[in-house]
């Protein structure tokens, strides 16, 4: 193709000289696509999947603690993974407070690789949103989960089983759309 | 108030870019000189605008001013000065105004030495950079503003990712731009040949040097970026095929083949259309691997933190500049008149092999990197695309590439003579044949890849030194003769060779070093000794040592040989507290002949500690290699012709200016 382009005269196979746009054009729209697809959304092995087994302590200065028998008590939960070193945690930590205040929803949370004076400090400044929570200070229950970054969250069924995983930080859009009708649908009191 | 004055001097630099777009190129159309030559003060005054803003983003991170959200979110008052000043092009925003920065030097660089440029090519070559300019401080401004400030200011700042705080890294990302922007340069040349409607090996001698640059940087980058790998990720490999290395090495395929193709032009006034679509396809590539790390569209460990806003934008800019230009391709590119004729085995039927073989290469490359966004766009599949698929593909492209890269430079050109010229590289082939049997021998029936490998070694290598041989009829006048031939010898053929042969010795540091490697990977007691290849590792102690800014806990490892002791190596795992992060520190120790590696992990609990020991046999040359390609680089850049006609005779200290910027 080259030793025709090079030699080609005026006028002909003007096709092969517009290719090279009409193949871009097609890349861009790839392109495009690709921005709508979040490439970190793996779908979870875990849905479905009873909760791993632990028992964690609590965070300090808080009485109790959060162990996989807690989320086998027939009742819909939001366990959250979260880090007092963790920037997104905060940007989620409002919607959590307010989910709390409402009372349709219980959430656990699991204090990820964390020092737990870290922690309780972190949530004695921006408030406690949390009925119980678990200092995972090795990371061990986290890896159980399949955590790879915080903040995490999982919806748990009545029956102990792992029902929805959100990535990043939970939005309002993701509250209202997803989590809460997907608790509702799970039975839970919301 | 520093911050402001950045930010004020990007804005500035917006508006005269905005000036050096459009003036000069209304100028060149309408044949009206004053507008025209208002392209290269106008050049001038933006570098100096992007120097402001870059070094007033700079001196906030160096003074720690944490009342900067960049600072905040990117360096710690503890950080060692070295990073706090990498950590200017550590991340999006700061990298965005590196780019920025390089991209003007570049332009001040031809409003500088490009006086005795064509009046009109001068101007429209200004105003297409100008445009680019333009797209990158929209882009920064209103997407990514490096000056953004907080109130109040925090306390001390987030850190920057432990992994980038390496010396070989915070040099890596500005070698990289040097190499991407360059490709700029040959881009404008090309839009503004496009425009003009003619190319001729006049434009071709310019465009030569500048892609060199840019080459010369961009190998220099993606050495560093695979060096960086090998020492500090710990892995003990060399090239990963993440998507953001393909970013770098698709534009170093499509830039190689366009510094050979654009020889043709110059020498043989052909292949004209085909060199103009590989200059717009090359900065293309770089701007598409800005636009892969930035989006979030693919993953990746070198991914910045994305957002679809700044997607978006960049994607605009691309369908842009890149559709644009191939728009104006489709339509101006018939009408370019082609030049002289050649058959297919001669000289310029070896390039155009080359320019498909790296062509080729160069869209595999592209096809595994989007392949994983193209299913999960069409079947919503995820799967991700590794080495497995890369080297499939890649190698068979690269063997018969290096085959015919001994016989190419002995081809005449317009019609060569392939029986006379392999004639000519019997001692290439008997060398070849040695290597091949030796490495055959020594592995007792080995993988053939390695035999192959070995023998493109000795064939490229023996082949390289045959052509020079030949050049200078070496034994067959006498020695003064060659030597006075030595010495009439342009610049750039030397510079070929030199290239060459640091392709052979690439080669050869990935053959050897992937067929003669020995490891252990297992748990080590401190006191238990393992051997690896003819070493012998002994763990002697494990203990932790303060860093810095972490904490270490540090093996210490006695190599002998032969029971006598070679080396104390001594690699670490560091804890960072900010943000949290776990990284290896490899210990290495490397020489032409073999490099040692070693690498110490978790303790087992039980008084162990998982170690990973390596010996890799010559896979130093694999960077040396890369550097000598790029010393042939530089001394083709010193070639007479480039300094004759056109003043780049200060191309080199330019080079070194721009890059001394960069640093400081």
């Known amino acids: ?190 | 108030m520093i911050a402001e004055t950045g930010h004020f001097a990007m804005i500035l630099a917006l508006a005269v870019a905005l000036v050096q777009g459009t003036l000069p190129l209304v100028g060149a159309q309408r044949n009206h000189l004053p507008w025209m030559a208002m392209a290269g003060p106008a050049a001038l005054a933006q570098c100096l605008l992007a120097a402001i803003a870059f070094f007033s983003l700079m001196t906030a991170h160096i003074v720690s001013d944490f009342s900067v959200l960049n600072v905040v979110q990117n360096s710690h008052s503890a950080k060692p000065m070295l990073y706090k000043v990498a950590g200017v092009w550590g991340n999006h925003e700061g990298s965005l105004l590196l780019w920025i920065f390089i991209l003007t030097v570049y332009g001040a660089a031809v409003a500088l030495f490009g006086r005795n440029l064509p009046a009109g090519l001068r101007a429209r070559v200004l105003a297409v950079q100008a445009w680019i300019a333009i797209g990158f401080l929209l882009f920064t401004l209103l997407t990514s503003n490096p000056f953004v400030r907080v109130d109040p200011a925090p306390a001390d700042g987030q850190g920057l990712n432990p992994l980038l705080q390496d010396p070989g890294l915070a040099f890596h990302p500005p070698f990289l731009y040097l190499g991407y922007v360059g490709f700029s340069m040959a881009f404008a040349f090309a839009i503004a040949a496009l425009i003009e409607g003619r190319v001729d090996p006049a434009w071709a001698r310019w465009v030569r040097p500048w892609t060199l640059v840019a080459w010369c940087f961009l190998t220099t980058g993606i050495a560093m970026g695979s060096w960086w790998a090998y020492y500090t990720l710990g892995w003990g490999g060399w090239w990963y095929w993440d998507p953001v290395e393909n970013a770098s090495f698709m534009p170093w395929l499509a830039g190689t083949a366009l510094l050979h193709s654009a020889i043709v032009v110059e020498k043989r006034d052909s292949l004209k259309s085909w060199t103009i679509l590989l200059a717009i396809l090359t900065f293309t590539l770089s701007l598409l691997g800005t636009f892969l790390v930035r989006s979030g569209v693919l993953t990746s460990v070198h991914a910045f933190a994305s957002d679809p806003a700044r997607g978006i934008f960049i994607l605009a800019f691309l369908v842009l500049v890149v559709g644009g230009s191939l728009v104006l391709f489709a339509v101006r590119a018939p009408t370019l008149q082609s030049g002289g004729l050649f058959a297919p085995l001669s000289r310029e039927g070896a390039l155009v092999l080359n320019n498909l073989l790296l062509a080729t290469a160069c869209g595999t490359v592209l096809l595994g990197t989007l392949y994983p966004l193209l299913l999960d766009a069409i079947t919503g599949e995820k799967v991700s695309v590794g080495p497995p698929f890369f080297n499939a593909v890649f190698i068979p492209l690269m063997v018969p590439l290096i085959g015919a890269l001994a016989i190419g430079p002995l081809l005449a050109w317009k019609r060569g003579d392939l029986a006379g010229a392999i004639g000519r590289l019997k001692a290439a082939f008997a060398f070849a044949a040695i290597m091949a049997l030796g490495t055959w021998w020594w592995l007792s029936n080995g993988p053939l890849l390695a035999v192959l490998g070995m023998a493109l070694v000795g064939w490229l290598a023996v082949g390289v030194l045959v052509e020079l041989a030949e050049r200078l009829r070496l034994f067959r006048v006498p020695l003064a003769e060659s030597w006075a031939r030595a010495r009439h010898l342009p610049r750039a053929t030397y510079g070929m060779s030199i290239a060459h042969f640091g392709v052979a010795l690439v080669v050869l540091g990935i053959a050897a070093s992937g067929t003669w490697q020995s490891d252990y990977l297992g748990v080590l007691k401190p006191g238990q000794t393992v051997t690896v290849g003819p070493y012998d590792f002994t763990l002697q102690s494990v203990g932790p040592v303060p860093g810095p800014n972490y904490q270490a806990m540090r093996g210490t490892f006695l190599v002998s040989r032969d029971g006598q002791p070679v080396a104390v190596m001594q690699p670490e795992t560091r804890r960072y507290p900010v943000p949290p992060m776990d990284t290896t520190s490899s210990a290495l120790r490397a020489t032409p002949i073999a490099d040692l590696y070693a690498v110490i992990g978790e303790p087992d609990g039980k008084g162990g500690y998982a170690a990973r020991l390596y010996h890799k046999p010559l896979v130093s040359w694999i960077w040396l290699g890369a550097m000598v390609m790029v010393l042939g680089g530089l001394v083709s850049l010193s070639d007479r012709r480039h300094r004759v006609g056109a003043p780049s005779r200060r191309k080199g200290a330019l080079a070194g200016a721009a890059v001394e910027a960069a640093r400081a």
């Open chain 1, 1 to 190: 193709m080259l030793g025709r382009i090079a030699t080609m005269s005026l006028g002909r196979f003007m096709l092969v000289y517009a290719s090279p746009a009409v193949i871009f054009a097609a890349v861009a729209m790839l392109l495009y696509q690709g921005l709508s697809l979040d490439p970190r959304v793996i779908p979870s092995v875990m849905i479905d999947k009873p909760v791993p087994t632990f028992d964690l302590p609590p965070v300090a200065n808080h009485t109790a603690g959060l162990s996989s028998a807690d989320l086998h008590k027939g009742q819909v939960v939001l366990v959250n993974v979260f880090a007092s070193w963790c920037v997104s945690c905060r940007v989620e930590h409002p919607l959590l407070l307010e989910l709390k205040r409402q009372g349709v929803l219980p959430v656990y949370g699991i204090a990820y690789k964390d020092n737990p004076k870290d922690s309780a400090a972190w949530l004695a400044q921006l408030g406690d949103p949390y009925s119980r929570t678990g200092a995972d200070v090795s990371g061990r229950v986290g890896i159980d989960f399949g955590v790879y970054g915080v903040p995490e969250s999982y919806l748990i069924g009545k029956d102990g089983r792992i029902a929805y995983k959100q990535i990043g930080p939970i939005t309002p859009d993701d509250l209202q759309n997803k989590i809460l009708p997907l608790a509702r649908k799970l039975g839970g009191q919301g």
